[in-house]
């Protein structure tokens, strides 16, 4: 996710850095597609982020259906892991952070509200 | 947006009757009962006219869908009513015959029969309606309850109906919430909306009924709470439709569907001390055990199978989150709220509710739950009728 000068419109890292026990941070488009993700955490297999997107598909798909405003964040958490998402109302995209059963829930979430607004901002800037 | 408050006008059910009327409604929620449920009886009044007049009343809460074929003295009132069939007198025996094929019959779904026999003296009792075990009313005049006992069988319900008495040969169902209800709610309106009333709960449990069949010929595992969300019917209504089709059938469907466990009903019912639950859903792997719905919102209750699935799918991969699990989804509307522990539990929570609050409170219920040892089928699958 760059702009066109090749600078990337946001430093995913740096917001990861701030959390502890993290694995891995994405920003998924309304339609599904990855459009950037923090690979900067060495060895660690993201085959199953996949999975991931799929549900977070599912659950957008289930709130359309509901006839409600669509998701705006979600909280799955089991004692090996935990997984925080974050939508932005206005542009539709989602901020996923994924993280070890330790992870701060809260801090993640803290986290993905501050990368879905200063995303919204630079891609507003960005038109 | 900020939703306006529900607009205050006259409430939709009528205020309670007074306690007279209270005995009389009650009267006649037993009649439609019997009539409903196919009980024999016999309908009497002091004079041929009045006994008349009470066998049109009651005509009013025999289905539509339901064969009345009228015999013996047959009254001109009678001849003209609708959906009517008159069996001429002739031979007896040939009645006897033709009525028992027509019961046997509706077991193969044909249209169940309605027999009214006007006269008792025209009624030869032991050859004609004897072997008949339901679905017949005989019209007579000035009888009692010693002379219907010493002349045709033991009363078990003697009911006051003005203008006379209907005495029932066959026990009334135990619970007349439903025939009470109707009747109440509908006593201030005209006769026309009353029998549309009745004549739509009635048609409701007889198709209701059918698809049930329908689903078990299809091999599907049919739960009591599975039914209760698809064909949106209450606890009192679902066992009307299995005992009217039991009356009508002869098919006891019961022992093919798995009932909500009475701890899962109590589950459910401490949920709705709450408030926070909008609604509550809990299966077992795919079968719905426990389904409440506690405000008027639509949501099929698939939708947590389906993000169960999900998040199972993760298990099988290494993001796996582990077990037991809790997914939880915000929206500005509401919040859904999906816990796996042995059983999936999914909960739509109304806007603002309090999701941490309500999953500590949670904790303690699923823990006693978790202990219970509960099955997902019923004692039996239908294959059906032997």
Redesign the interface.
């Known amino acids: 996710m760059q702009e066109r000068g090749g600078r990337p419109l946001i430093n995913l890292s740096a917001y990861m850095a701030e959390i502890k026990d993290r694995e891995g941070g994405f920003v998924l488009s309304s339609d599904g597609q990855l459009l950037a993700s923090d690979n900067s955490i060495p060895g660690q297999d993201f085959d199953w982020v996949e999975e991931f997107l799929d549900l977070t598909r599912t659950m957008t798909s289930i709130l359309e259906e509901a006839n409600v405003s669509g998701l705006e964040s979600s909280l799955l958490q089991g004692p090996k892991r935990k997984l925080v998402i974050r939508r932005n109302s206005r542009l539709g995209f989602f901020v996923i952070i994924i993280g070890r059963e330790t992870m701060d829930g809260g801090l993640a979430g803290l986290t993905a509200k501050n990368i879905c607004l200063e995303l919204e901002s630079a891609l507003g800037s960005a038109k | 947006m900020n939703r306006s408050p529900k607009a205050s006008g006259p409430s939709r059910r009528p205020s309670p009757p007074p306690a007279e009327e209270a005995a009389s409604l009650m009267a006649e929620a037993k009649a439609f009962a019997a009539i409903w449920h196919r009980d024999r009886m016999v309908v009497s009044a002091p004079s041929r006219d009045q006994a008349v007049e009470l066998c049109l009343k009651l005509i009013s809460y025999v289905p539509r869908y339901r064969q009345i074929l009228l015999c013996g003295e047959v009254p001109k009132e009678a001849k003209y009513l609708k959906g009517t069939k008159i069996i001429d007198a002739g031979e007896y025996l040939s009645h006897q015959a033709a009525f028992q094929i027509s019961l046997a019959e509706e077991e193969l779904g044909a249209a169940p029969i309605q027999i009214i026999y006007f006269g008792a003296g025209a009624v030869p009792y032991q050859d004609v309606l004897g072997p008949l075990d339901r679905g017949w009313m005989i019209v007579d005049q000035a009888s009692s309850k010693a002379s219907v006992e010493k002349a045709i069988s033991a009363v078990q319900e003697e009911i006051r109906f003005p203008p006379g008495t209907v005495f029932l040969l066959d026990p009334l169902p135990q619970d007349l919430t439903i025939e009470r209800n109707i009747l109440s709610e509908t006593r201030l309106c005209s006769p026309g909306v009353r029998e549309y009333t009745i004549q739509m709960k009635e048609t409701e449990a007889r198709l209701a009924f059918q698809a049930i069949l329908a689903e078990m010929e299809s091999g599907k595992t049919v739960t009591q709470s599975y039914l209760a969300e698809t064909l949106k019917v209450r606890e009192k209504t679902y066992h009307k439709i299995l005992e009217i089709g039991f009356r009508e059938r002869r098919l006891d469907l019961t022992p093919y569907i798995k009932e909500t466990a009475p701890q899962v009903i109590e589950f459910l019912k401490a949920i709705s001390m709450w408030n926070e639950a909008s609604l509550a859903a809990i299966f077992i792997r795919k079968n719905l055990i426990g389904y409440a719905k506690y405000k008027d919102i639509?949501?099929p209750s698939l939708?947590f199978l389906?993000?169960g699935d999900?998040?199972e799918?993760?298990s099988q991969?290494?993001?796996?989150?582990?077990?037991?699990?809790?997914?939880?989804?915000?929206?500005?509307?509401?919040t859904?709220l999906l816990l796996k522990h042995r059983l999936l539990y999914g909960f739509l929570l109304s806007p603002g509710a309090d999701a941490g609050l309500f999953r500590s409170k949670l904790e303690g219920l699923i823990e006693e739950l978790a202990k219970e040892e509960m099955g997902d089928g019923p004692s039996r699958v239908y294959r059906g009728r032997n």
């Open positions: 639509d949501f939708n389906t993000l999900r998040v799918a993760l991969t290494e993001g796996d989150p582990g077990h037991p699990w809790i997914l939880e989804l915000t929206a500005r509307e509401m859904i």
